[in-house]
């Protein structure tokens, strides 16, 4: 009996040391590597590396290999290592659980620079940021917070922060001109702020079209000045996407905009069933999903780049603890290309969202969100 | 839901005969008058104006057009149906007479109906009842599969906490076959296959080595999740054409599938679902009614008595674990070929477990197990509506509420439960 149960626990524990370290050796020089669309500007050119760098990251439960933000992330890490030889080391996470231990193990691994993708990673970040001073932590998605939610500054921590609400807005005014039936919809994951930062953008941007135009276009799913709505309660069970996209397509909706990762791709199922149209999050999702042909444009969010950006700094000694903020101006989030969809958007709705993202870049219009970083 | 149908039980019967009469039972009517409370507090609160309801899908044969209800007066009525059977339910507790599952089935669905017409009132958005129904099905197959697996491994005596992992196995396997066959059918072979490998697992280690079944299951849980994201990662991530998105067509049976209404919502379906259909039929005839059943229940209940009567012990127990293992493996199927996906991490998400909760609730039976799974399912899909209908409540709380209605269902409603005598519990001649 004592055997056996050994025999269990070694091939448990094998199994999750393989998977653990699965996807650590790879360069992101996969097929989705190409998804960062518009942000591919690598120069490549040599910098002073600091002794004993070492760039490291730690996933959030969803993995590299969620076609979202922590893949977009583990891509950005691989260019710095590529651009320029950096020592890089790259841990997955498989439950809630596994943040700390695996901040920690990158700890004792020798790493310098240690990112955390995803607002999940905050409270194991500030932990270990407080009781290794010495160590530069990057944060992807959150700023840091104390148990109280009053907000809370290390030095060593730099937030690596997106204002998605302006690449939102011009999805959902794209949306809003885009719909044959008046009602489009968006969900999300879990009900934090920086899922509910592209809601509030998507609905901003119907509103907008709606006064311009004097059209009704409803949105379902998420109510701004409330802030409730849909949300399918993780992001893994894919089938919850389904179901949430069907209730939308019950009551009319033509074009759903899901923003829980890999839960996106059982909205698609369901829009493409019912004959409607999807728009991406994070990446560019008609590289990124084989659901090209139903997606009118994807609202990107360029994680990679701000990882490698941030990387080059912290390798140079310039890290700094002062938040990065991800914006259309600097190009940190954006809407992608139509594609597929080229033929279809009329002319003077694109170029009036080309206005549009033109006067948020100028400043002359802002995009209000409680959830703005 | 069926806690209190069981109330003279046959120890009560024998010794009313010799004592004085028992007290009434007022449980199931309490518990009803608790509801037509309930629904009336939601009457109340009903805003003024109609509810649009929809039943037609749009390829229905026959279109019955929207059409809208007034919100209070239907409410109010509703009130009145369940008042009525909490009354009905007092008089036959009175007489100390049985009462039947109709009524209480007639005070859940107005209750739920009133909560309907409560959060849909007064709005442009209609409810759309196929749509509900539909949902929930889609919901509720998964965990239909899941409890009746656990119902076949648990009624011959082993626990099945691996229901999770054989979940999640099936979900790979029906994927990455079905990819490689090019044919979604081919994944609803191989499915169960990788359900039975979980399953000999556990009998391997549960039976011939008579480990704590529960350890065996939750490593075998842990096994299975590492195993299949490592292959996601790895394999399947250079090889993408191994994780395809094939999908189960839906094939709708002729006449019955124009029935109004349910037409739609139970005929209109893929493959999986009407085996699942099926299943539950036969394992409900099955368990109760023939000589495998009979044997698996002795098996569970009293092995040494089975053992007397030359029933071998663990040979059924390996049998029907490696059976229960191929129904949940099949139940995987549902994650990807039958909803049209490819395999994602994890996906399963801890429907398996939900499951389990469903076979209790269900009693151990595969009707009962049903009805829960349906219950949980319908739970999800309200939640579903409420956020999609802008109801006021906080988005964290409307997330609470299918495991809200786990707890209240599993520690409320289940009442007494009595699993099978020997579960748990490693035979030893």
Same mark, same amino acid.
């Given at each position: 009996m004592?055997?056996?149960?050994?025999?269990?626990a /070694?091939?448990?524990?094998? &199994?999750?040391?393989?998977?653990?370290?699965?996807? +650590?050796?790879? !360069?992101? #020089? $996969? %097929?989705?590597?190409?998804?960062?669309?518009?942000?591919?500007?690598?120069?490549?050119?040599?910098?002073?590396?600091?002794?004993?760098?070492?760039?490291?990251?730690?996933?959030?439960?969803?993995?590299y290999?969620?076609?979202?933000?922590?893949?977009?992330?583990?891509? /950005?890490?691989?260019?710095? &290592?590529?651009?320029?030889?950096?020592?890089?080391? +790259?841990?997955? !996470?498989? #439950? $809630? %659980?596994?943040?700390?231990?695996?901040i920690?193990s990158?700890?004792?691994?020798?790493?310098?620079?240690?990112?955390?993708?995803?607002?999940?990673?905050?409270?194991?970040?500030?932990e270990?940021?407080?009781?290794?001073?010495?160590?530069?932590?990057?944060?992807?998605d959150?700023?840091?917070?104390?148990?109280d939610?009053s907000p809370?500054v290390?030095?060593?921590?730099k937030?690596?922060l997106?204002?998605?609400?302006?690449?939102?807005?011009?999805?959902?005014?794209?949306?809003?001109?885009?719909t044959q039936s008046?009602?489009?919809?968006?969900?999300?994951g879990?009900?934090?702020?920086?899922?509910?930062?592209f809601?509030?953008?998507?609905?901003?941007?119907?509103?907008?079209?709606?006064?311009?135009?004097?059209?009704?276009?409803?949105?379902?799913?998420?109510?701004k000045?409330?802030?409730?709505?849909?949300?399918?309660g993780?992001?893994?069970?894919?089938?919850?996407?389904?179901?949430?996209?069907?209730?939308?397509?019950?009551?009319?909706?033509?074009?759903?905009?899901?923003?829980?990762g890999?839960?996106?791709?059982?909205?698609?199922t369901?829009?493409?069933?019912?004959?409607?149209?999807l728009?991406?999050?994070?990446?560019?999702?008609?590289?990124?999903?084989?659901?090209?042909?139903i997606?009118?444009?994807?609202?990107?969010k360029q994680?990679?780049q701000?990882?490698?950006?941030?990387?080059?700094d912290?390798?140079?000694?310039n890290?700094?603890?002062e938040?990065?903020?991800?914006?259309?101006?600097?190009?940190?989030?954006?809407?992608?290309?139509?594609?597929?969809?080229?033929?279809?958007?009329?002319?003077?709705?694109?170029?009036?969202?080309?206005d549009y993202?033109?006067?948020?870049?100028?400043?002359?219009?802002?995009?209000e969100?409680?959830?703005?970083? | 839901?069926?806690?209190?149908?069981d109330?003279?039980?046959?120890?009560?019967?024998?010794a009313?005969a010799?004592?004085?009469?028992?007290?009434?039972?007022?449980?199931?009517?309490?518990?009803?008058?608790?509801?037509?409370?309930?629904t009336?507090?939601?009457?109340?609160?009903?805003?003024?104006?109609?509810?649009?309801?929809?039943?037609s899908?749009?390829?229905?044969?026959?279109?019955?057009?929207?059409?809208?209800?007034?919100?209070?007066?239907?409410?109010?009525?509703?009130?009145v149906?369940?008042?009525?059977?909490?009354?009905?339910?007092?008089?036959?507790?009175?007489?100390?007479?049985?009462?039947?599952?109709?009524?209480i089935?007639?005070?859940?669905?107005?209750?739920?109906?009133?909560?309907?017409?409560?959060?849909?009132?007064?709005?442009?958005?209609?409810?759309?009842?196929?749509?509900?129904?539909?949902?929930?099905?889609?919901?509720?197959t998964?965990?239909?599969?899941?409890?009746?697996?656990?119902?076949?491994?648990?009624?011959v005596?082993?626990?099945?906490?691996?229901?999770?992992?054989?979940l999640?196995a099936?979900?790979f396997?029906?994927?990455?076959?079905?990819?490689?066959?090019?044919?979604?059918?081919?994944?609803?072979?191989?499915?169960?296959?990788?359900?039975?490998?979980?399953?000999?697992?556990?009998?391997?280690?549960?039976?011939?080595?008579?480990?704590?079944?529960?350890?065996?299951?939750?490593?075998?849980?842990?096994?299975?999740?590492?195993?299949?994201?490592?292959?996601?990662?790895?394999?399947?991530r250079?090889?993408?054409?191994?994780?395809?998105r094939?999908?189960?067509?839906?094939?709708?049976?002729?006449l019955?599938?124009?029935?109004?209404?349910?037409?739609?919502?139970?005929?209109?379906?893929?493959?999986?679902?009407y085996l699942?259909?099926?299943?539950?039929?036969?394992?409900?005839?099955?368990?109760?009614?023939?000589?495998w059943?009979l044997?698996?229940?002795?098996?569970?209940?009293?092995?040494k008595?089975?053992?007397?009567?030359?029933?071998?012990?663990?040979?059924?127990?390996?049998?029907?674990?490696?059976?229960?293992?191929?129904?949940?493996?099949?139940?995987?199927?549902?994650?990807?070929?039958?909803?049209?996906?490819?395999?994602?991490?994890?996906?399963t998400a801890?429907?398996?477990?939900?499951?389990?909760a469903?076979?209790?609730?269900?009693?151990?039976?595969?009707?009962?197990?049903?009805?829960?799974?349906?219950?949980?399912?319908?739970?999800?899909?309200?939640?579903i509506?409420?956020?999609?209908?802008?109801?006021?409540?906080?988005?964290?709380?409307?997330?609470?509420?299918?495991?809200?209605?786990?707890?209240?269902?599993?520690?409320?409603?289940?009442?007494?439960?009595?699993?099978?005598?020997?579960?748990?519990i490693p035979?030893v001649?």
């Amino acid at each position: 009996m004592k055997k056996s149960l050994v025999t269990v626990a /070694g091939a448990t524990a094998l &199994a999750l040391t393989l998977a653990a370290c699965g996807s +650590a050796p790879d !360069s992101g #020089s $996969d %097929a989705t590597g190409e998804a960062t669309g518009g942000a591919e500007a690598t120069t490549a050119e040599a910098i002073d590396v600091v002794d004993g760098f070492k760039a490291c990251m730690v996933s959030d439960a969803g993995g590299y290999d969620d076609q979202s933000f922590n893949q977009s992330g583990k891509e /950005g890490l691989d260019r710095a &290592a590529a651009d320029w030889g950096i020592a890089t080391n +790259a841990v997955e !996470s498989t #439950s $809630d %659980a596994d943040y700390g231990p695996n901040i920690d193990s990158l700890i004792d691994d020798g790493c310098t620079y240690i990112i955390g993708v995803g607002f999940l990673l905050a409270p194991a970040i500030a932990e270990a940021a407080q009781a290794n001073p010495d160590i530069e932590f990057g944060l992807i998605d959150s700023a840091l917070s104390n148990p109280d939610f009053s907000p809370l500054v290390l030095d060593n921590v730099k937030p690596l922060l997106f204002n998605t609400a302006e690449a939102a807005f011009l999805a959902g005014y794209a949306a809003a001109g885009m719909t044959q039936s008046g009602t489009v919809g968006t969900f999300g994951g879990l009900p934090i702020d920086s899922v509910e930062i592209f809601m509030d953008g998507f609905s901003d941007g119907i509103t907008q079209y709606n006064e311009d135009n004097g059209a009704s276009v409803t949105l379902l799913g998420w109510d701004k000045a409330a802030q409730t709505g849909s949300f399918t309660g993780d992001f893994d069970n894919q089938a919850n996407g389904t179901t949430v996209t069907q209730g939308f397509i019950d009551q009319g909706a033509d074009i759903v905009m899901p923003v829980a990762g890999p839960v996106g791709l059982g909205a698609a199922t369901a829009l493409q069933s019912g004959g409607g149209t999807l728009i991406w999050v994070d990446s560019d999702g008609f590289l990124s999903t084989d659901f090209g042909d139903i997606t009118l444009t994807s609202v990107m969010k360029q994680i990679g780049q701000a990882v490698h950006d941030s990387i080059k700094d912290a390798a140079e000694g310039n890290f700094s603890n002062e938040a990065y903020v991800g914006t259309l101006e600097n190009g940190g989030v954006g809407l992608a290309p139509w594609h597929d969809f080229e033929s279809k958007v009329p002319a003077e709705l694109s170029a009036k969202i080309d206005d549009y993202k033109q006067q948020i870049i100028d400043g002359t219009f802002t995009v209000e969100s409680e959830n703005t970083p | 839901m069926t806690a209190t149908l069981d109330a003279p039980t046959p120890a009560a019967a024998t010794a009313a005969a010799a004592l004085p009469a028992p007290p009434p039972a007022y449980r199931t009517p309490i518990v009803l008058a608790v509801l037509a409370v309930v629904t009336a507090v939601m009457a109340l609160a009903t805003p003024a104006g109609a509810t649009n309801v929809r039943i037609s899908t749009n390829t229905d044969l026959f279109q019955i057009p929207v059409f809208a209800v007034p919100g209070r007066a239907t409410a109010w009525l509703l009130t009145v149906l369940v008042l009525a059977a909490a009354a009905y339910a007092f008089v036959l507790a009175r007489g100390r007479r049985r009462i039947p599952v109709w009524v209480i089935v007639v005070a859940g669905v107005c209750a739920l109906l009133a909560l309907l017409v409560l959060i849909s009132a007064g709005k442009t958005q209609v409810v759309p009842v196929t749509g509900l129904l539909a949902g929930t099905l889609f919901l509720a197959t998964p965990l239909v599969f899941g409890a009746l697996s656990g119902v076949v491994c648990e009624r011959v005596g082993i626990v099945n906490i691996a229901i999770e992992g054989q979940l999640l196995a099936g979900a790979f396997a029906a994927a990455v076959v079905a990819s490689m066959a090019g044919s979604a059918y081919v994944g609803l072979i191989a499915a169960p296959l990788a359900g039975v490998a979980v399953g000999a697992l556990l009998a391997f280690f549960s039976i011939r080595y008579q480990v704590n079944q529960i350890i065996v299951g939750v490593v075998l849980n842990v096994l299975v999740v590492g195993l299949t994201s490592f292959l996601f990662s790895t394999v399947l991530r250079e090889n993408p054409q191994l994780n395809s998105r094939t999908a189960l067509p839906t094939l709708p049976i002729p006449l019955l599938s124009e029935i109004p209404l349910v037409g739609p919502v139970l005929f209109r379906q893929n493959l999986l679902v009407y085996l699942m259909y099926a299943i539950v039929i036969a394992l409900q005839i099955l368990i109760f009614r023939s000589r495998w059943g009979l044997r698996l229940r002795a098996v569970g209940e009293h092995p040494k008595a089975a053992d007397t009567v030359g029933i071998d012990v663990n040979r059924t127990r390996w049998r029907n674990t490696l059976l229960g293992g191929a129904v949940a493996g099949l139940g995987g199927a549902f994650f990807t070929v039958a909803s049209g996906l490819a395999f994602g991490k994890e996906m399963t998400a801890g429907r398996g477990f939900i499951a389990l909760a469903a076979m209790i609730l269900g009693r151990w039976s595969p009707t009962g197990a049903v009805a829960a799974a349906v219950v949980f399912g319908l739970s999800d899909q309200l939640r579903i509506l409420m956020a999609t209908l802008a109801v006021p409540v906080p988005s964290q709380f409307l997330l609470m509420l299918p495991y809200v209605v786990t707890i209240l269902a599993v520690a409320g409603f289940a009442g007494k439960v009595r699993a099978p005598a020997a579960e748990g519990i490693p035979y030893v001649k």
